[in-house]
């Protein structure tokens, strides 16, 4: 086994303690600081990102749809336009 496919195995290792309900907090917050570091030495950012900028770009989506929605009261349509333009969006 080479070097790199021990470190992947590790940090996989990493990855099931961090998950792993049987695994106490102490080792769960060290785990996750060894995976940050990995994917900090490797240029990756955690999947978490990719997953949180898909959610605000649906969340967006959501309140874009609201401004267009004939249904939506204007209430609504304003809190919309609030926290959109709070995003930075223009609505």
């Known amino acids: 086994m080479s070097a790199q496919q021990h470190e992947e195995n590790v940090i996989r290792g990493h990855r099931a303690a961090i998950h792993n309900p049987r695994v106490s907090d102490e080792a769960k917050a060290h ?3 060894v995976v940050e570091q990995y994917e900090k030495k490797h240029g990756m950012g955690p999947a978490v990102d990719h997953e949180e900028e898909v959610h605000e770009h649906r ?4 309140y874009k749809a609201t401004l267009s929605n004939p249904r939506t009261s204007e209430a609504a349509k304003e809190h ?6 709070e995003m930075g969006v223009d609505a």
């Open 80 to 85: 919309a336009r609030e926290v959109l333009d």
């Open 31 to 33: 785990s996750e600081k």
């Open 59 to 62: 969340v967006v989506g959501g």
